[in-house]
């Protein structure tokens, strides 16, 4: 689920215009609200310096990302002031006791409403940087999913859509994406794991519809355990498919 190397190198990102909203602050830890189009850290390429890291060093220059979302992923990240902090929360992601939920907008109906999908990822290396499901050479990905709420406007060829909660059990690279895509239900607004181009019902996005909505963590100085929520601005907002306008929320 994190930005890989080569889209920092290759991708020149567009600008923008919106402002990381802090939702937590103290001596040791920020969480922060990143707003999707913006890159975790900047590239290589010098027109690619704009990024959390490079926004939030402004103000706290000792600053470190914990872990990272995608490019096109909004919503909670974790943010170390110190490098003692920033040691102590990097060994609880590897050892698996951060939390993380994601809402996202699928298309099509899910037909359970709830599930676990349960597929290896591996690297795509003809299609490089694309990953891909192999069940001979992935590592484990697991990301278990409850639906929210499933949507329809009769006007559009592909009318329906689901709003879905995940949970990712493991946390490897477009994880959320490749799983979704695989079951038939890419995520809307995908530009790598999405509908095919000529399909008539794509959706003109401006966005990737994925939010992570809640992260739980142990703070590392005081030991009490912390949860937050960010609820995803798409909720409530109105989708242009193909020329109609779509309530999502």
């Given amino acids: 689920m994190s930005e890989s190397t080569w889209t920092i190198d290759t991708f020149i990102a567009p600008v923008c215009n919106e402002d990381i909203e802090v939702l937590y602050q103290d001596d040791s830890i920020l969480l922060i609200n990143k707003p999707s189009g913006l890159l975790s850290l900047s590239g290589k390429n010098?027109?690619?310096?704009?990024?959390?890291?490079?926004?939030?060093?402004?103000?706290?220059?000792s600053a470190n990302l914990v872990h990272r979302l995608d490019f096109g992923t909004?919503?909670?990240?974790?943010?170390?002031?110190?490098?003692?902090?920033?040691?102590?929360?990097?060994?609880?992601?590897?050892?698996?006791?951060?939390?993380?939920?994601?809402?996202?907008?699928?298309?099509?109906h899910m037909k359970e409403d709830s599930g676990t999908i349960d597929f290896p990822i591996a690297k795509d290396k003809p299609n490089f940087p694309l990953m891909k499901i192999c069940l001979e050479t992935g590592k484990p990905a697991v990301s278990e999913y409850v639906v929210l709420e499933r949507l329809s406007n009769?006007?559009?060829?592909?009318?329906?859509?689901?709003?879905v909660r995940f949970t990712p059990i493991t946390g490897r690279t477009h994880q959320l994406r490749i799983h979704s895509?695989?079951?038939?239900?890419?995520?809307?607004g995908c530009d790598l794991y999405g509908l095919?181009?000529?399909?008539?019902?794509?959706?003109?996005m401006d966005r990737l519809m994925l939010h992570a909505t809640t992260l739980a963590f142990t703070h590392p100085v005081s030991g009490q355990r912390m949860e937050m929520e960010c609820a995803?601005?798409?909720?409530?907002?109105?989708?242009?498919?193909?020329g109609s306008n779509y309530e999502s929320g």
């Fill in 181 to 188: 895509q695989k079951i038939g239900h890419p995520i809307v």
């Fill in 154 to 163: 009769p006007d559009l060829l592909n009318p329906d859509i689901s709003r």
């Fill in 232 to 242: 995803p601005s798409f909720k409530a907002l109105k989708i242009n498919l193909a």
């Fill in 74 to 108: 909004s919503g909670i990240m974790l943010v170390a002031l110190n490098k003692a902090v920033n040691g102590e929360l990097t060994k609880q992601f590897q050892e698996r006791q951060v939390s993380k939920t994601y809402t996202a907008l699928l298309h099509g």
């Fill in 46 to 61: 010098p027109l690619n310096k704009d990024s959390v890291h490079f926004r939030l060093v402004q103000d706290f220059p």
């Fill in 196 to 204: 095919s181009d000529d399909d008539a019902a794509a959706p003109l």
